[in-house]
């Protein structure tokens, strides 16, 4: 029989599937890393426009947080250097771990997303969007999102971004503004903007039409974020392309670039899904890996099932979205209370698994305890190759998954839930 093989964590799993099957790869094109991606960067930054704030004497820098598979190690460095090369002091530089509405970092958390250079050298805080003393409003969008934002983020004299693009679930796609916009936004700010995802228009690789994330476009303008480094990385994390510049050029000289590697077209809704969202950190947690469950209903069967493996060492990953999964009676009982309440951030989470798996046999592969699974209304697996066992042979049309939350499944079916 055929071995498949999808990320788990920090390592892989593999399965077979029998010699009859239909089955169908869906993930991104196969791209080799930059041969030398320190060159790649050292290009971009020179021919950015970096320079024209050159009489800048502060700087703030928002970076990603665990959750986000950014190389800090390669950008930050000669991104520094030439910060301190315009006559920016070391002591006059701010790195801002972006966390959105995520709890905020702990110190000695910080060298996970920072190197240790620079960890030693440069000042560097967490966001917390919860504690108004250390945000500042600016505004309003046009679409009634209220924005506030990081104080000392705001106050710099030269405001930048570092992230990666690639597809998001209802933004359309991560990168540019966003790592600012939303990572050091106050949480009224990200609950304003994340309640757009109930708009049929907020969608998984759509851009210029996404009420969501032009939002996001004129929440950045408001703050007036100067400078973005983002890069483009493979199915392995690692670099492919840089871009640095001004955000919105670059966002939208990234956008045709991410969908060539990370867009597949499919011709049919699949009977059996197998999924993973690609491994440590997009598992880290259940929060993050229900990304991957909302990528593949895309084309998965009303009826259909799918079989989602994220390890998630780190739990449900957020207290709100677990409280609303543990609480509700049923799945149906989750959208139903999120209609009736409305949007709030952590239960998101839990109406949007609601959202797509009430329909279809949904079944989890986790290091959760069994027992946390069963309470979430979710049906907890051990034994992955047992599983399939048992429903390969109903199953007429087969995919496997293994960069869910990266990729972009495109089909006419595709706006269907």
Same mark, same amino acid.
């Not at 543990?326 to 139903?336: K, M, N, T, V, W």
């Not at 279809?360 to 034994?383: G, I, Q, Y």
């Not at 049309?397 to 595709?414: G, H, L, R, S």
């Given at each position: 029989?055929?071995?498949?093989?999808?990320?788990?964590?920090?390592?892989?799993?593999?399965?077979?599937?029998?010699?009859?099957?239909?089955?169908?790869?869906?993930?991104?094109?196969?791209?080799? +890393? +930059?041969?030398?991606?320190?060159?790649?960067?050292?290009?971009?930054?020179?021919?950015?426009?970096?320079?024209?704030?050159?009489?800048?004497?502060?700087?703030?820098? +928002?970076?990603?947080?665990?959750?986000?598979?950014?190389?800090?190690?390669?950008?930050?460095?000669?991104?520094?250097?030439?910060?301190?090369?315009?006559?920016?002091?070391?002591?006059?530089?701010?790195?801002?771990?972006?966390?959105?509405?995520?709890?905020?970092?702990?110190?000695?958390?910080?060298?996970?997303?920072?190197?240790?250079?620079?960890?030693?050298?440069?000042?560097?805080?967490?966001?917390?969007?919860?504690?108004?003393?250390?945000?500042?409003?600016?505004?309003?969008?046009?679409?009634?999102?209220?924005?506030?934002?990081?104080?000392?983020?705001?106050?710099?004299?030269?405001?930048?971004?570092?992230?990666?693009?690639?597809?998001?679930?209802?933004?359309?796609?991560?990168?540019?503004?966003?790592?600012?916009?939303?990572?050091?936004?106050?949480?009224?700010?990200?609950?304003?903007?994340?309640?757009?995802?109930?708009?049929?228009?907020?969608?998984?690789?759509?851009?210029?039409?996404?009420?969501?994330?032009?939002?996001?476009?004129?929440?950045?303008?408001?703050?007036?974020?100067?400078?973005?480094?983002?890069?483009?990385?493979?199915?392995?994390?690692?670099?492919?392309?840089?871009?640095?510049?001004?955000?919105?050029?670059?966002?939208?000289?990234?956008?045709?670039?991410?969908?060539?590697?990370?867009?597949?077209?499919?011709?049919?809704?699949?009977?059996?899904?197998?999924?993973?969202?690609?491994?440590?950190?997009?598992?880290?947690?259940?929060?993050?890996?229900?990304?991957?469950?909302?990528?593949?209903?895309?084309?998965?069967?009303?009826?259909?099932?799918?079989?989602?493996?994220? +390890?998630?060492?780190?739990?449900?990953?957020?207290?709100?979205?677990?409280e609303w999964m543990l609480d509700s009676p049923s799945l149906d009982a989750i959208g139903e209370r999120f209609r009736q309440e409305g949007f709030c951030l952590g239960p998101h989470k839990a109406y949007q698994i609601a959202r797509d798996a009430r329909d279809r046999s949904f079944f989890l592969l986790s290091d959760m305890p069994a027992s946390d699974v069963e309470r979430m209304h979710l049906v907890p697996v051990t034994d992955l190759q047992s599983l399939l066992a048992n429903h390969i042979s109903t199953k007429e049309n087969i995919a496997v998954m293994p960069y869910a939350n990266a990729t972009i499944p495109q089909?006419?079916?595709?706006?269907?839930?």
């Amino acid at each position: 029989m055929p071995n498949y093989s999808i990320p788990y964590g920090k390592r892989s799993l593999r399965f077979s599937l029998p010699d009859s099957a239909n089955v169908d790869v869906i993930a991104p094109q196969s791209a080799s +890393a +930059a041969e030398n991606p320190n060159e790649l960067i050292a290009s971009a930054l020179q021919d950015s426009n970096l320079a024209a704030f050159a009489n800048a004497e502060s700087a703030a820098i +928002a970076i990603n947080d665990k959750t986000r598979p950014v190389p800090h190690d390669q950008l930050l460095p000669p991104l520094l250097k030439a910060l301190e090369t315009m006559g920016i002091a070391k002591e006059a530089i701010t790195l801002i771990i972006a966390t959105g509405a995520h709890p905020p970092m702990q110190e000695t958390q910080f060298s996970q997303v920072v190197p240790a250079e620079v960890l030693s050298r440069y000042r560097v805080i967490s966001h917390d969007c919860d504690d108004a003393a250390k945000l500042i409003p600016l505004g309003e969008t046009m679409r009634g999102t209220p924005v506030s934002v990081n104080r000392i983020y705001a106050e710099a004299d030269l405001r930048i971004v570092i992230g990666n693009v690639e597809p998001h679930q209802f933004q359309g796609f991560s990168g540019g503004v966003k790592s600012a916009a939303i990572g050091l936004a106050s949480r009224e700010t990200i609950e304003t903007n994340h309640a757009w995802m109930t708009d049929s228009r907020s969608r998984l690789g759509v851009f210029e039409s996404n009420p969501a994330r032009q939002d996001v476009e004129e929440i950045g303008g408001i703050i007036g974020i100067h400078f973005a480094i983002n890069v483009i990385l493979n199915d392995k994390k690692e670099i492919l392309r840089v871009l640095a510049g001004d955000p919105t050029d670059v966002i939208t000289a990234a956008i045709p670039l991410v969908r060539e590697i990370y867009q597949v077209e499919v011709d049919h809704l699949y009977d059996l899904m197998i999924v993973s969202p690609g491994g440590h950190p997009k598992d880290i947690n259940l929060y993050q890996a229900q990304k991957a469950l909302a990528h593949a209903a895309l084309v998965t069967q009303p009826e259909g099932t799918i079989i989602l493996a994220a +390890a998630c060492p780190q739990g449900t990953g957020e207290e709100h979205f677990e409280e609303w999964m543990l609480d509700s009676p049923s799945l149906d009982a989750i959208g139903e209370r999120f209609r009736q309440e409305g949007f709030c951030l952590g239960p998101h989470k839990a109406y949007q698994i609601a959202r797509d798996a009430r329909d279809r046999s949904f079944f989890l592969l986790s290091d959760m305890p069994a027992s946390d699974v069963e309470r979430m209304h979710l049906v907890p697996v051990t034994d992955l190759q047992s599983l399939l066992a048992n429903h390969i042979s109903t199953k007429e049309n087969i995919a496997v998954m293994p960069y869910a939350n990266a990729t972009i499944p495109q089909t006419n079916d595709t706006t269907r839930r």
